[in-house]
């Protein structure tokens, strides 16, 4: 039997009185679980959800949770309530008690009542742990009723009567979600008063009114760095990777943003006479600071936003219009929309945006929260950035989920950053709040364009964007090497509160726990801004500053064509980890995804949806499995730009000429008939063309705008070829789109195919029932087999895409060399084929090695061999460089002899010229000894 317990209860008001409570013994019992780490505690069920799954909790009966009234010394008020063993800080001015014994749920609920009725305290409550996870949620007297329609006052009272609640508020939005508090004479607690309510038939979700700790997702010790926002232009600066940023300045050519469109940021405080924010603050129209609420909204004072930070106490009319400093926040509104060209510390994302401050506290109820989100709704906001969430294992209360989708059904955009820890936030009996399939969630990558391995990754993550460099390999506080290697070499600069406020405050770097003693190399000598922030909590706000740079451009799109938008103009980073599907090119990699779409490339997104520019539309043919329209990648160190890049560290390069929307089908024909559709063209396997016959050869196109393509041309072109393809004609340009005159043109015109529209079919629809791309056949003869031509079986398809709102571009005009042209131009793309027999013992083949400039240039020819394989070279010698006349083209030949497996490989001959002191790749050839039909 277990033995009475007794629990200490101090009176306030005799001080010295201490009145023994008996623990039931044939109730009572205890289990310690291992995580958190020595928490005595019983095994609870509940539904918190919106979907109305069951969450398992621990419900410690060791401790409780206390929040004091501001201003209050809340240590000597917690001596003087309880013996306590211990109290533990924690965020927003929560405080968890453990007790000096166990004791019953029903006394801790007792304590916590009297502790709630010492005006001393604001709150106080029973706290839950997620099973096998160390967040922790307080249990307030308060329930969240989520009604399936809005009750009358007659419903209203006989449903609080029945379960012994008062209401106290419904939300000014959501009018059918209700805030009910538990009576003083209630014979339930809230967990067991939810379990009673949420079986009625008027209610679609109840759970109780949580305190919750906000993750505000950020890495901001006060360790120093050096004074440069790399995320808008990497020059490489610090050991950085050359171009791993959002191409900001390039996107601000298009347009700084516009007042008109207005980011909402809710985070825990900012410092609004910040000399960068100040002059972006978004104004309401209709109120002044008067004490009153002149636009009638509920809010009063509301001038740049609102302040929530009160409403834990539930009050009907909590919140104020006056903004409090917090450096958290500052920074995160600094990377949206910090002033530009005003020669003073750092430019925002959007610097031309307007910022609406939404505050709540560190710790705060889902009641709290859904009214800082519903207000954004109310006021209009058209962007919500969100550098914060709730802890691992934290379900998503329903009225909070509904709150979401209510902000989402005006046609906001969300953005939500994901955790920063190395955890799947999309999986599992309570997924982050990213995890909505309908919010933008961001992961974060480093200056080195490698994802931060401390932060959130999986199946429901959209991009990643700059962030900071990782936590460290030797964490303060914790076991040398516990850590993990840093991805980066800098951290993110932006705003700061002012002074030592702020978290750049003078004081010794690198003591943050968790965060190694390295992190930070120096600081800011300007103490209103700090080099060391980062997390997703950076990642989040600069993905939202480029949806603002988008919608300053285009207010028409909707949130789904933003999100797109952003998604289908990724870079795609380190593909070697990410696996991008060559389908969709979402980031697979080793499981859940790691990597979503890519990095955001700001320029590239803001140049589509630009009405002086491509006004919304951008079709494109794809050069190779990771290509999906992107022109601006760079790799300095190579001189090459656009999808030849391999997005690695270091860049490398990719070949530009096995183009994946070009496909062959030769006799005998996998398909029925020319007419394809998106999803017939994906069933098609390519093929060599045969010899003298008629060969199906079929183009597929796609717009990653939100508006249709009309009237697109498609012209296929076919020459023999090497290495490098032959120059085009003088006149190819002049006489486009009609052929070319010059009787020593060697490009033959197959066809010309006109496609009437062609609607958004970007990435992230490529593969699904939606996807709505245009396919273009043509019937194509091959070429006979004359072995008196050194490149008798190799020749290229060249497909040139126009379209009145995306013609092929100026620039793309005064270039002549196609290995030039393709890279840097999405309306062209090539595909190198060969006519092959069928795979028998050794194989002698012939290419031209050609110079498609004016003037002469040294070039080399490199060979890679599969394993196994053996080629012998007539002709040249690999690698080593030789001088070539411009025009020119000389015969080379290889005999090659296949490993054991000939059917599934092949050679790669690339062909590079000097410049600039270095070798770069100019193009090349990928021989292929595949049987038909095999892939």
């Not at 401790?63 to 533990?88: C, L």
């Not at 329930?143 to 449903?159: R, S, T, Y």
């Not at 008067?290 to 809010?299: A, K, T």
């Not at 978290?503 to 992190?519: A, E």
Request: charge should be negative; proline fraction near 6%.
């Amino acid at each position: 039997m277990t033995r009475p317990r007794r629990f200490l209860f101090r009176c306030t008001a005799c001080r010295h009185l201490v009145v023994p409570l008996l623990a039931a013994s044939a109730s009572w019992s205890t289990t310690v679980f291992p995580q958190p780490a020595g928490v005595v505690g019983e095994t609870i069920e509940l539904q918190v959800s919106a979907d109305k799954s069951v969450s398992t909790f621990v419900l410690a009966l060791d401790r409780f949770a206390v929040m004091a009234t501001p201003g209050v010394d809340d240590a000597a008020a917690i001596d003087e309530i309880v013996d306590a063993d211990g109290v533990e800080e924690r965020k927003g001015g929560l405080r968890v008690v453990t007790l000096l014994q166990p004791s019953t749920r029903e006394e801790i609920n007792i304590l916590a009542g009297k502790t709630r009725d010492d005006q001393r305290f604001v709150q106080a409550g029973m706290v839950l742990y997620p099973e096998g996870f160390e967040s922790l949620m307080v249990v307030t007297d308060e329930l969240v009723i989520g009604f399936k329609e809005e009750p009358n006052a007659g419903q209203l009272n006989d449903f609080a009567r029945r379960f012994e609640l008062e209401p106290v508020a419904n939300d000014r939005l959501l009018t059918r979600q209700w805030l009910m508090r538990l009576t003083a004479d209630a014979r339930m607690d809230a967990i067991e008063a939810t379990k009673a309510t949420r079986d009625h038939d008027l209610v679609e979700f109840a759970h109780p009114n949580f305190i919750v700790e906000i993750d505000t997702r950020q890495i901001v010790p006060n360790d120093p760095l050096f004074n440069d926002q790399w995320h808008h232009r990497n020059d490489g600066q610090s050991g950085g990777t050359a171009d791993a940023d959002i191409d900001s300045d390039i996107a601000w050519s298009d347009g700084q943003g516009d007042t008109g469109v207005v980011v909402a940021v809710i985070d825990a405080g900012f410092d609004i006479a910040h000399d960068d924010l100040q002059n972006n603050l978004w104004v309401n129209p209709g109120e002044i600071a008067n004490d009153l609420d002149d636009d009638g909204n509920g809010f009063v004072d509301d001038i740049n936003g609102f302040n929530f930070s009160d409403c834990y106490l539930s009050s009907t009319n909590c919140g104020t219009g006056s903004l409090t400093g917090h450096s958290h926040g500052t920074a995160v509104a600094g990377l949206v929309a910090a002033s530009a060209n005003n020669t003073m510390g750092v430019t925002g994302v959007c610097p031309g945006c307007s910022l609406m401050l939404i505050q709540r506290l560190d710790a705060s109820t889902s009641f709290s929260d859904v009214a800082s989100i519903t207000y954004a709704a109310l006021m209009g906001a058209d962007v919500l950035n969100n550098s914060w969430g709730y802890g691992p294992g934290v379900p998503v209360p329903g009225n909070l989920a509904t709150a979401i989708d209510a902000m989402l059904a005006t046609g906001t955009v969300v953005f939500w950053s994901m955790s920063n820890i190395d955890r799947d936030d999309c999986i599992g009996g309570a997924p982050d709040l990213s995890a909505h399939p309908q919010v933008a969630a961001v992961s974060a990558a480093s200056n080195l364009d490698r994802k931060v391995t401390e932060s959130g990754f999986g199946d429901c993550m959209d991009v990643i964007a700059p962030s900071h460099r990782g936590f460290g390999p030797n964490p303060n506080g914790a076991p040398a090497g516990s850590g993990v290697a840093y991805t980066g070499t800098l951290n993110i600069a932006t705003t700061d509160r002012p002074g030592a406020a702020g978290d750049n405050d003078t004081t010794p770097p690198n003591t943050f726990p968790g965060i190694d003693p390295t992190f930070c190399s120096g600081e800011s000598a300007n103490l209103d801004y700090t080099l060391c922030f980062g997390g997703t909590s950076a990642a989040a706000p600069i993905t939202a500053g480029v949806a603002g740079l988008i919608l300053s451009l285009d207010d028409t799109l909707d949130a789904g064509q933003v999100r797109r938008l952003i998604q289908d103009t990724a870079d795609k980073v380190e593909p070697m980890t990410a696996s991008y599907d060559s389908v969709n090119g979402f980031g697979r990699g080793a499981g859940a995804s790691r990597h979503g779409y890519g990095r955001v490339n700001a320029a590239e997104a803001v140049a589509i949806a630009n009405p002086a520019g491509r006004n919304g539309v951008d079709v494109f043919v794809r050069d190779n499995a990771l290509d999906w329209g992107n022109t601006l990648q760079d790799a300095p160190a190579l001189s090459l730009t656009g999808s030849n890049v391999r997005m690695d560290s270091a860049r490398s390069f990719e070949p530009h000429y096995v183009s994946v929307d070009i496909k062959v089908d030769a006799p005998p024909y996998q398909t029925p008939s020319t007419v394809l559709t998106a999803a017939q063209f994906a069933g098609v396997v390519h093929e060599n063309p045969v010899s003298g016959a008629q060969n199906r050869v079929f183009v597929r196109v796609r717009n990653r705008g939100p508006r249709n393509a009309t009237d697109v041309r498609v012209k296929l072109h076919w020459a023999f070829a090497g290495t490098a393809l032959p120059a085009l004609p003088a006149d190819f340009w002049s006489a486009w789109p009609a052929d070319s005159t010059d009787p020593s043109n060697p490009w033959t015109t197959i066809d010309s195919a006109m496609i009437e529209a062609v609607p958004y079919s970007g990435a992230s629809v490529a593969g699904s029932g939606t996807d709505a791309a245009q396919i273009a056949a043509f019937n194509f003869t091959g070429p006979p087999l004359d072995p008196s031509r050194p490149a008798f079986r190799h020749y290229c398809l060249l497909a040139i895409v126009d379209a009145p709102a995306d013609p092929v571009s100026a620039e793309s005009m005064t270039k002549f060399a196609p290995d030039l042209i393709t890279p840097r131009d999405n309306n062209v793309t090539h595909r190198n084929v060969a006519l092959q027999d069928p795979f028998a013992g050794v194989t002698d083949t012939g290419l031209w090695i050609t110079n498609p400039f004016r003037d002469t240039r040294v070039m080399r020819v490199v060979v890679d061999v599969p394993d196994g394989w053996s080629v012998v070279t007539e002709g040249f010698e690999t690698f080593v460089p030789f001088s070539l006349a411009g025009g020119k083209s000389r015969p080379i030949s290889l005999r090659i002899k296949p490993g054991e497996e000939p059917s599934e490989a092949g050679i790669h001959v690339r062909q590079d010229v000097a410049a600039n002191g270095r070798f770069r790749p100019l193009g090349g050839f990928l021989i292929d000894f595949r049987t038909k039909n095999t892939e």
